[in-house]
């Protein structure tokens, strides 16, 4: 069976680890570098940097910071946030990362997915999805961008196939309503996205326990799942959250 993968996600503003609560009224939590450094002696599978203010700025990734991230971790990487050339692309691979999330830009230039697949290949080309219930969307789910700042006329489910079709390898699925609220999963949301795509599903926002991430492997489908709260705020340690997911029948990596 394969193993289930727990991701520290890092959101970056100003070149400071911040934490929100549905993307609003972030806090300073930390230094990123020492922060990665961390989470990595815990024995997270895989780490995620967001920049979470490019987009909205208009600017591109903070390579310098990056790459002192990269230089404190030697697991997978991902970047996500101002990515929106195949430059940016290969700029920021070459300042340290495996994968590139694509957002906001991907939404913007659906083409960027399937040029930066076909140059750096579909592994690492992560869709970054910020959706949120819309009863007025197919799905019951719209797509948001720039950092849930702005809404789209996507639908959820078709925009995750359109750019898995497009080359994307893997979505890491961030639910607005659920996000920084410590209170579960959006189970439905990532079961749906899960179900109709064939590349992993990344379940982001909302965990606060470990129940919830055993429900959102074991009811949602996800093959991995991204948390931040949960270590930011010490409430437990990456090998603590993997010791009680053996218990609850879940497979990760020891």
Known sequence: MLKKRII???DVKDGRTTKGVKFQNNVDIGDPVEMAAEYYRQGV???VFYDIMASARGRGPILDLIARVASQVFIPFCVGG???TLDDIRSTILAGAEKISLNSQAVKNPDLISQGARVFGN???VLGMDAARDEN?????RVYINGGRVATELDAREWAVKAVKLGAGEIVLNSIDADGTRQGYELNLTRMISEAVDVPVIASGGGGTVAHLADVFKEGK???ALIASMVHSGDYTVGSIKNELRKLDVPVRL
């Open 8 to 10: 520290v996600c890092l």
């Open 45 to 47: 599978d895989e780490l």
């Open 82 to 84: 101002g990515i929106g």
């Open 123 to 125: 592994q690492c080309i």
């Open 137 to 141: 969307m197919p799905s019951g789910y």
């Open 222 to 224: 996800a093959d991995a």
